[in-house]
């Protein structure tokens, strides 16, 4: 075999293998955290890692910066319920959709859904969410998180990114056609 003849490695496209990996790895690496920050410490105790990061034990019922919690504990539940499936069933709709070796689509959607099931599992075993990462400067907390809600963030990030960062063509170029 001649230089000449060798190919470049290339992954093969398989989204739904692929997707079902990443969020899987995603879930995984989720509830062991939180079964590790279960088991070695009580709730509400807090533990410095770094400057502005400690390891805070702490239970969210709501959503994102503690959303409905104050809501009646069944319609809550109900309600994340459906959302997640909503939320589930669109990201699949999306996931798809994705060209043939969008790399990043399928990255940052699967990322999206193992951060959903992640937390979706805590909801089902716990009726909340564990959240551990608490960032903060001075006495100014981002509110606690957890890695699912991290797989989320990131995956959304990278979408937007994606938009943002798209090459959209010259509209005068368009308009003299």
Do not use: C
Not at 26 to 52: G, W, Y
Not at 109 to 117: C, P, V
């Amino acid at each position: 075999m001649t230089p000449r003849d060798a190919r470049p490695f290339k992954l093969p496209w398989r989204p739904g293998l692929s997707a079902a990996a990443i969020s899987g790895l995603l879930v995984v690496a989720d509830q062991a955290t939180k079964a590790v920050v279960q088991s070695a410490m009580t709730l509400h105790e807090s533990i410095p890692i770094v400057p502005s990061v400690s390891l805070t034990y702490t239970r969210n019922p709501g959503a994102a910066f503690s959303l409905l919690a104050d809501a009646d504990p069944t319609f809550r539940s109900w309600f994340f319920l459906v959302i997640s499936a909503v939320a589930l069933t669109l990201v699949t709709m999306f996931l798809r959709r994705v060209e043939q070796g969008d790399w990043w689509t399928l990255s940052a959607l699967s990322l999206i859904m193992g951060g959903a099931l992640g937390n979706l599992v805590d909801r089902l075993r716990h009726g909340e969410v564990i959240d551990f990462i608490d960032l903060y400067i001075g006495r100014y907390h981002w509110p606690v998180f957890n890695v699912a809600d991290s797989g989320i963030t990131v995956g959304m990030v990278m979408l937007l990114g994606q938009v943002l960062l798209q090459r959209r063509p010259d509209v005068r170029q368009a308009a003299d056609s």
